[in-house]
């Protein structure tokens, strides 16, 4: 089995590339060959006897997209990408690397000739829907973005299906929840205190708060979304259909909900370490947001998310901090 | 005011052309200069006494894109599409005219400065969407081409619509239903029946129907398709909100509905010209199709189509027959 990762130094890519490599296998075929690309070339994994190339590139670069499926990897899961922030500040940027590095990499395949037709993972995101919104989003809802990111993850998911279609490869795209909670230090994405109420009070320092307590959004962990990338490598086109484009299951709650997770696990003193600053600016942007889905395609089939916040509070505890919690 | 239309030695170009030179006036403003681009330079009408610019190129073209706005049109009409079939059968030409065609002349906007804004009216069409379907199609249904062809209208619905969100064109898009009855010969077009089953019985020949009666379809005439262009170059885009895309209205009616409002205008002697002929192949790609829908937003902001098959077969009568029926 040769794997091809796009976006590999990325936190998701890399949590997929480790887990990868732990199970030493992909639906039941042996490890043998890692494809990672990124704009600079991610670090080669130790603990893997296989062989890694390690590629920085442009993915948007004909030849670099060639050279990336060159050795016709059996598996391609794209997740290289502009976040949503950048992608509304550089228009051009974001089209090149999310739209036309998505379209490279696509074409690539379809011109390696008609017996290479590999899985071909997408990561999309749940930022393909725009408000208004009816109460629970169904999985046959419009995609209408409102944003430059949503709308290229959206133009690439309708390319994809059209590739499947028509043969040029095995696709399956899948819209991830917001992830939380993301490892590292915090950043200035405006989801970003989705992450950081929980982050930084288990380590000990106070977090910012700039919303309402009734914000709510569609959450999955760092864990559940390298799990719905496996599951979805290894799901069987033709039970899938023609809708390729899967939304995630996830986890509904209000910044509320995941305070009160957070004292559960932690404790009041951890859970004080939230200091309330409302943003006007953060609000009206999250408050654009999906936040409750009915993804019935998903569940059926057999994509899991975490059942409560507190699990998805645990998946942190366990996978970044080593099980303890700063008291 | 100047006007652009691509795909202007087309059907509906050619009938755009005619309305808007016969109305002398757009929005209120006169009608001073027509830039008519087509892959062959369109012919030009007389009757207009103002300015034509007439330009066969291909709009894939940057240089081509950039030129046909070079004066700065205010209203564009893209209508410029290889149809249904040829997109399917020659992906690459579909995907260079109907996606980097539109890409091109919507960079070629962009790129001509803040300060040019001008309304975009696409012509976009049902065949963004697939079965499996409700029995009425609502305006918040997502978009799943089965068609080559329907997935590039549906992508550059998305662009469109971030390109008028970022402020770089004033888009709207409208869904045009199946068009008939279609002027000219018989062509091979899976939905060609459509059109034949009238336009040649009226004509005194005969007609080939390759489907059952019970087959559906979303109908408006050539007619009712050049006011939709019209209504939607004049529409308010405070109105319009940040969903552009809009399903247009039509008429819903089977092959028996359409065959009994033959008969009811030209005589069971007229419609008795259709002979059956079953073709499996034709039956099985329109059983696919749209065919009803809810299309609730265009009929709001005063979008019109015809009330029934009846004043269809009228409209074609008048406007290409010469109100005279072969007896």
Redesign the interface.
Known sequence: MHILITGAAGMIGRKLTARLIAAKALNDRPLERLTLLDVSAPQRPESFSGQVESMGADIADDDAARAAIANRPDVIFHLAAVVSGEAELD?EKGVRVNFDGSRALLEAVRGAGTDYRPRFVFASSIAVF?APF?ESIP????????T?YG?QK??VE??L??YT??GFVDGVGIRLPNIVVRPGKPNKAASGFFSSIIREPLNGEEAVLPVDDGVRNWHASPRAAVSFLLHAAALDGTALG??INLTMPGVCCTVAEQIASLRRIAGDKVAMRIRRAPDPLVQRIVGGWPSRFDPRRALALGFKAEASFDEIIRAHIDDELGGRIAS
Request: glycine share 4%.
């Open positions: 228009f725009g009816p999985d046959d809802f419009a995609l209408t973005p409102l430059s709308t959206a133009t309708l390319m299906a059209d279609r028509r023609p809708r």
